[in-house]
């Protein structure tokens, strides 16, 4: 047995008979357990009473974590002339139009969030295929087409997370570092959480919030008490 199956041993130990328990207590377990060389990172993982394949019970959002995520996200933006020199200030990783669309069909994503302004969507619809699956096609309803590409630009290197529900219902996310103080991390998860409790779609039937977890990207998951973690 390597050191890191040890260490995941010695972590699940750690996290035995801890099932069901608060924020605080979940996030102090998780964060003296990442005991990685690197700087883990923080996940959350909710499972929600939602079938995503119904319009209707599509969950999907975005929320500015008030103390960011820790990692450093790269920024491209499909606009031209003024607002691609606003994009470009802002402090956009990459921007252009159909050269950046060249790009992206050739195979070459190095980004993490897109943005595109309105009249760039003819251009980047045709990239559905391949920023589709991945999470990346810029959609009006989490303001990532816009006009406002500054502030969409700052959202995302802000520390905003977009979320959107998979197949089985879950929604993931990264909600900081194992560096992060735990009352940072513990307004993180709250926030991450009333956000998700706010995008209740209307065809969600049933238990809505079935179970809440997190981990760091190397150690076992704890479950919170759905409860204390939407504070009802």
């Known amino acids: ?27 102090a377990l998780v964060k003296s357990n990442a005991k990685a060389k690197f700087d883990e990172s923080i996940e959350i993982a909710m499972t929600l009473g939602v ?23 790269r920024v491209a933006v499909f606009a031209r002339g003024p607002k691609a020199e606003e994009a470009t200030a802002a402090g956009a990783d990459i921007v252009g139009a159909e050269d950046l669309m ?29 920023l589709g699956p991945r999470n990346l096609m810029p959609n009006p309803k989490i303001g990532t087409v816009t006009m406002d590409v500054k502030e969409a630009v700052e959202a995302a290197k ?32 709250r926030a991450f959480v009333e ?21 760091s990207t190397m150690g076992p998951g704890v479950t919170i008490n759905v409860e204390n973690a939407t504070g009802n």
């Not at 041993?9 to 207590?25: C, M």
Request: proline fraction near 4%.
């Open 102 to 130: 060249e790009t992206v069909q050739g195979g070459t994503i190095e980004f993490d969030r897109c943005i595109a302004t309105p009249d760039m969507m003819p251009i980047v619809g045709r990239l559905g295929k391949v």
């Open 195 to 215: 956000s998700v409790n706010k995008a209740k779609p209307s065809g969600a039937k049933g238990t809505y919030m079935k179970k809440i977890a997190i981990s």
């Open 1 to 27: 047995m390597g050191k890191m199956g040890k260490r995941l041993t010695a972590a699940r130990a750690a996290f035995e008979g801890k099932d069901n328990v608060t924020v605080e207590e979940a996030v």
């Open 158 to 189: 802000g520390g905003q997370v977009q979320y959107k529900a998979e197949k089985a219902g879950v929604v993931h996310a990264g909600i900081g570092k194992a560096s992060f103080d735990e009352a940072k991390l513990v307004e993180n998860v």
């Open 51 to 73: 079938d995503p394949r119904h319009a209707d019970q599509m969950v999907r959002g975005t929320v500015d974590l008030p103390n960011g995520t820790g990692k450093s996200v």
